[in-house]
C-alpha cells in the first residue's frame, strides 16, 4: 500500500501563491506517477499536473506558466508551487499515487483563492 499526505493548502488572495505537498510512504519504489487533481463540489475531479518516476510532467492547459510539479525523492515528496492564482483555482486539492495495479489517493486540502 501506498500512504499519501498533503499539506500547505489555505486561503491565499488573487495572484499570490502557495505550495502544495504530498508526503508519501509504503511501497514508493512502485509508483510509476504522482498526480495533482482538484475538484469543486458538484463538478468532476480535474487533473492538474503529474509527474512521473522518469521525471516526466504534464500539466492541464489551465495551470500551465502559473504551476509547477516537482519532487524531492529524499523527502518522499512531491510539490505543486502555484503561482499567480486566480479565484478559480479554488478546490479541493488531491494527490495521487499510480502503480501498475492500483490507485491510492490522500485526503485532500483545501485553497481558497479569495479578495
Known amino acids: 500500500q501506498v500512504q499519501l499526505v498533503e499539506s500547505g493548502g489555505g486561503l491565499v488572495q488573487p495572484g499570490g501563491s502557495l505550495r502544495l505537498s504530498c508526503a508519501a510512504s509504503?511501497?514508493?519504489?512502485?509508483?510509476?506517477?504522482i498526480l495533482w487533481y482538484r475538484q469543486v463540489p458538484g463538478k468532476q475531479r480535474e487533473l492538474v499536473a503529474e509527474?512521473?518516476?522518469?521525471?516526466?510532467?504534464n500539466y492541464a492547459d489551465s495551470v500551465k506558466g502559473r504551476f509547477t510539479i516537482s519532487r524531492d525523492n529524499a523527502k518522499n515528496t512531491v510539490y505543486l508551487q502555484m503561482n499567480s492564482l486566480k479565484p478559480e483555482d479554488t478546490a479541493t486539492y488531491y494527490c495521487s499515487a499510480q502503480l501498475v495495479d492500483s490507485r491510492y489517493w490522500g485526503q485532500g486540502t483545501q485553497v481558497t483563492v479569495s479578495s
Open positions: 509504503g511501497r514508493i519504489f512502485s509508483i510509476n506517477a
Open positions: 509527474i512521473t518516476s522518469g521525471g516526466s510532467t
